[in-house]
């Protein structure tokens, strides 16, 4: 009896090693070194919550913070309501329904250092945005409301050229990443919300349409709350995902201009590797750990994840 009772425990062993290696082990590791001054060099010196109390008065880790919370906010609506749209079109029963999903999914599959390569060239002063902006009469991304926008406009107006890189304008940068974000992610999204489309039993629908409700009647009353768990999922996976930003930032912009890009995962990056500050690092890391979960927790507390079945 004894022996049947360890058989469940050899099942989950395995995996409960490579989860200890993997993640538990980094995890004490970085609470370690977050009460340390440490930089690779020299033995670590304990300094107790020095760095948690640098991090909440350096103003450049502010600036990051505020930086990634205002990402959050640009993508994760986005990646919702885009991923949710794309999935109600790829759910209808129209030929080629099959090849517009491959041809939605590439974004997905492409390696971020091409599509940060690619999207770096669309975003250049003598881009394929800029060049469409000129066929328009505008010269480059001029409807921003600050004086450099303004003097666009002017200039534009008396024949000037003042095409400008999109990455290169601080009002715009951080939003043109952000997009990159959507274009890239928001094709997974829609699997997971086409999954929860198709599960959505036919009945309902025809219900719904026999009591004279219209299409978009239908999609509020029906499907939105028939598909509120994936909804969950989602918005959880992409805040986190949002908050864990690195790629984009390191390939498209390294933080500029003037750190208007720079993300939390990057700033990390940066203070582990770049100036050997690894305590601090470790530090802020534990920290973008809270606001995932803080995020996490209260995103499954509005989508109401505690009546989801």
């Not at 609506?77 to 759910?91: H, Q, Y």
């Amino acid at each position: 009896m004894n022996n049947q009772r360890l058989i469940p425990y050899l099942f989950v062993a395995p995996g409960l090693l490579l989860l200890g290696t993997f993640f538990g082990y980094p995890v004490l590791d970085t609470i370690w070194l977050s009460f340390h001054k440490y930089n690779f060099f020299n033995p670590a010196q304990f300094i107790g919550l020095d760095n948690f109390r640098r991090a909440f008065t350096d103003e450049l880790f502010l600036r990051v913070l505020a930086n990634t919370l205002l990402y959050a906010a640009i993508v994760v609506p986005a990646l919702v309501v885009i991923s949710f749209l794309l999935a109600l079109l790829l759910n209808a029963s129209v030929p080629g329904t099959k090849l517009f999903r491959t041809a939605y999914y590439i974004p997905v599959v492409t390696s971020i250092v091409v599509a940060g390569i690619i999207w770096k060239w669309l975003y250049n002063s003598d881009g394929l945005l800029n060049a469409l902006l000129k066929g328009l009469g505008i010269a480059g991304p001029v409807w921003l409301a600050d004086t450099r926008g303004v003097a666009q406009v002017i200039l534009s107006g008396l024949g000037v050229e003042t095409h400008t890189p999109w990455l290169a304008e601080p009002a715009l940068a951080l939003f043109s990443v952000a997009m990159v974000t959507v274009w890239k992610a928001s094709p997974y999204y829609m699997i997971i919300y086409l999954a929860g489309l198709q599960g959505i039993p036919k009945e309902l629908e025809e219900a719904a349409r026999v009591d004279g409700a219209g299409r978009w009647r239908v999609i509020r009353h029906v499907v939105i709350p028939s598909i509120r768990p994936y909804t969950l999922v989602v918005t959880i996976i992409a805040t986190i995902a949002a908050l864990r930003t690195f790629g984009e930032v390191y390939v498209m912009t390294g933080g500029g201009p003037y750190n208007r890009t720079n993300l939390l995962a990057y700033y990390i990056y940066t203070l582990g590797f770049k100036y050997l500050e690894v305590g601090y690092a470790a530090a802020v890391s534990l920290i973008l750990l809270l606001i995932i979960l803080t995020f996490a927790i209260i995103n499954f507390r509005l989508t109401g994840g505690d009546n989801t079945t």
